[in-house]
């Protein structure tokens, strides 16, 4: 038996279409439609390529969007400005600072800069704090996308044994914060975890973000399992995930594809984020 691919795709598309006619009754009303800045410094070709797509996606439902593309020495206190800048702009709802910055840039301190009411990602420390707490403003657009997934699934979590692999700031940590207030008994494993295979085995569901290609394989799966893969590496000039997609796709009962699966549903869950900033200006 072959799994059930969750189509990020389509959910991202339809997703996009609500937002889109949201904004178009905005407009109607006479509102000015959500805002969003994205600021690029220095010419990363795969941070170009996810500014561009960040900017069309803005365009595709009737956004504002500025981009901002800065030479990589660019010194810090402009950057600064241009943050503390936008802070202050009321046309601007959201505002992304793409990572990672050139070495010679504080990155933490440049994020702290943003007004958290703007910070569509989920980064700055007073958001993550608030979402920890269980009372979040924002949720980061990665784990967002994932849950929003499980939820067009008809994934119900209550009980449910999660495994999250990979314990980063912006996925493995908040995605398990965000499991577990859908009462999923969750667990975290990571680089030095012993018995890796034993603990994804015994998982219902089972979220990969390690950055390594091909990392859960089907040793490492059983069957009835949904897979959540949240890897985006460069191997042989192909993007592939963290889950060695066809070996695994044979066991499992559900699994998302790379491309095509959490990649465009992180993308739609800034804009949902930048929706959210717009409507807590506005009406508080
Ligand atoms: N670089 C790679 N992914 C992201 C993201 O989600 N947000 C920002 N700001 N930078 C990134």
């Not at 994932?146 to 495994?163: I, N, R, S």
């Not at 965000?178 to 667990?187: D, G, K, P, R, Y």
């Not at 592939?240 to 549903?265: E, H």
């Amino acid at each position: 038996m072959t799994a059930n691919i969750i189509d990020g795709k389509a959910i991202a598309g339809a997703i996009r279409a609500d937002i889109a006619q949201k904004v178009k009754n905005m407009v109607e009303k006479g509102l000015h439609p959500p805002g969003l800045a994205v600021i690029l410094v220095g010419d990363d070709p795969a941070s170009q390529i996810y500014v561009r797509n960040k900017k069309n996606d803005c365009i595709k439902v009737g956004f504002y969007t500025e981009e901002h593309l800065l030479p990589a020495m660019t010194p810090e206190d402009e950057l600064r400005k241009l943050i503390l800048r936008l802070n202050q702009d009321p046309k601007i709802h959201g505002i992304l600072l793409q990572l990672p910055l050139p070495k010679d840039l504080n990155e933490k301190a440049m994020l702290e800069l943003i007004s958290p009411e703007k910070d569509v990602d989920c980064f700055h420390p007073v958001n993550v704090g608030n979402l920890f707490l269980g009372i979040p403003r924002f949720l980061p657009c990665t784990p967002a996308g994932v849950m929003e997934m499980l939820k067009y699934e008809k994934v119900d979590l209550k009980g449910k044994k999660a495994v999250v692999v990979g314990r980063s700031n912006i996925v493995g940590k908040p995605m398990a914060m965000m499991l577990l207030s859908e009462h999923a008994t969750v667990t975290i494993c990571h680089s030095r975890t012993v018995n890796l295979p034993k603990i994804t085995r015994e998982a219902d569901i089972v979220v990969v973000a390690i950055g390594k290609a091909k990392f859960l394989t089907a040793e490492m799966v059983s069957k009835g399992q949904i897979i959540i893969d949240v890897g985006q590496n460069r191997l042989d000039e192909k993007l592939v995930g963290d889950v060695d997609f066809d070996a695994v796709a044979q066991i499992v009962a559900a699994i998302t594809p790379v491309p095509g699966g959490v990649g465009p549903m992180t993308r739609a869950m800034l804009l949902k984020n930048t929706m959210q900033a717009e409507r807590l200006v506005r009406k508080g």
